[in-house]
T-cell receptor, first 112, second 113 residues
Framework: GQNIDQPTEMTATEGAIVQINCTYQTSGFNGLFWYQQHAGEAPTFLSYNVLDGLEEKGRFSSFLSRSKGYSYLLLKELQMKDSASYLCAVRDRRDSSYKLIFGSGTRLLVRP | DAGITQSPRYKITETGRQVTLMCHQTWSHSYMFWYRQDLGHGLRLIYYSAAADITDKGEVPDGYVVSRSKTENFPLTLESATRSQTSVYFC????????????FGSGTQLSVL
């Protein structure tokens, strides 16, 4: 089966940097996604990692280590609008659908 | 620029009733998915479809039925609603290809009384 773990809640200060970790166990890893979800809204795509290393996209970066089953999302220069849930999701290649399995999400609160 | 739309946005029903949640996408994406989102569980996959007339079960399919007679539509039916099916339901779609991201609809908040 699959298991995806991420912290339930985090708090950070506006302008700071925060790192949200995600660990996973899967026998058919085929990529890891991060999504952002504001309260009452749909998840929206942030980043995708399939190879080891860091992917940078503006204030957001995502890192992957396949050997450790570990990823993190790094948010720099935090803004109040970054208060949201961040969902880690793993793609499973064990069947042809390559479906996405989500972790429970990390709720980030950015304080002034 | 319609994208992927769900209806209704909110629904209240009673236990034992049948209810259908609609999902429509304008991109001609091959894959469509239904997830439910509950506190403490995150997004859990109910059913998915790889193409018209091809559907398969996800993690939590019991009590749900899907169909996909046309590529653009993927309705989800609760045949006899139960209180445990109170949840927020998200439909999603993506192109074929292993690194294609999911696009989500706005969700349907369903309450079963």
């Amino acid at each position: 089966g699959q298991n995806i773990d991420q912290p339930t809640e985090m708090t950070a200060t506006e302008g700071a940097i925060v790192q949200i970790n995600c660990t996973y166990q899967t026998s058919g890893f085929n990529g890891l996604f991060w999504y952002q979800q504001h309260a009452g809204e749909a998840p929206t795509f942030l980043s995708y990692n399939v190879l080891d290393g860091l992917e940078e996209k503006g204030r957001f970066s995502s890192f992957l280590s396949r050997s450790k089953g570990y990823s993190y999302l790094l948010l720099k220069e935090l803004q109040m609008k970054d208060s949201a849930s961040y969902l880690c999701a793993v793609r499973d290649r064990r069947d042809s659908s390559y479906k996405l399995i989500f972790g429970s999400g990390t709720r980030l609160l950015v304080r002034p | 620029d319609a994208g992927i739309t769900q209806s209704p946005r909110y629904k209240i029903t009673e236990t034992g009733r049948q209810v259908t949640l609609m999902c429509h996408q304008t991109w001609s994406h091959s894959y469509m998915f239904w997830y439910r989102q509950d506190l403490g569980h995150g997004l859990r996959l109910i059913y998915y479809s790889a193409a018209a007339d091809i559907t398969d079960k996800g993690e939590v399919p019991d009590g749900y039925v899907v169909s996909r007679s046309k590529t653009e539509n993927f309705p989800l039916t609760l045949e006899s609603a139960t209180r445990s099916q109170t949840s927020v339901y998200f439909c999603a779609s993506r192109q074929q290809g292993t690194n294609e991201k999911l696009f989500f609809g706005s969700g349907t908040q369903l309450s079963v009384l």
